[in-house]
């Protein structure tokens, strides 16, 4: 499985940004969508997650009610829109995949990875 994420940027304080990541190679309706983020200095962390069908999804708790993950099967696409965002959001997001039914947030868990997208929120 290939991943290619874009989307990335510079924006204001309480902004949005919508963050893309394509898949190729394999069967991407079976896949377990997630998007991870590292800051400077930081681990890299969960971000949102999304099962194969899109009806389970996963936000870690700085992003839940600002971030919406969602998926287009026929568009081997995973999105992430990200709104009223913060400085702390400031980061390089990837987009990963692995296959499976339960939604894992442990990076380690997730054998597929796209290159990062840096998204920076200025203050």
């Known amino acids: 499985v290939q991943l290619q994420a874009s989307g990335g940027g510079v924006v204001q304080t309480g902004g949005s940004l919508s963050l893309s990541c394509v898949a190729s190679g394999r069967t991407f309706s079976s896949l377990i969508m997630a998007w991870f983020r590292q800051a400077p200095g930081k681990e890299r962390e969960i971000v949102a997650a999304?099962?194969?069908?899109?009806?389970?999804?996963y936000y870690s708790d700085s992003v839940k009610g600002r971030f919406t993950i969602s998926r287009d099967n026929s568009k081997n696409t995973v999105y992430l829109q990200m709104n009223s965002l913060k400085p702390e959001d400031t980061a390089v997001y990837y987009c990963?995949?692995?296959?499976?039914?339960?939604?894992?947030?442990?990076?380690?868990?997730?054998?597929?990875w796209g290159q990062g997208t840096q998204v920076t929120v200025s203050s």
């Open positions: 990963a995949a692995n296959y499976g039914v339960i939604i894992p947030t442990n990076q380690r868990r997730y054998e597929y």
């Open positions: 999304i099962n194969w069908r899109g009806g389970s999804t």
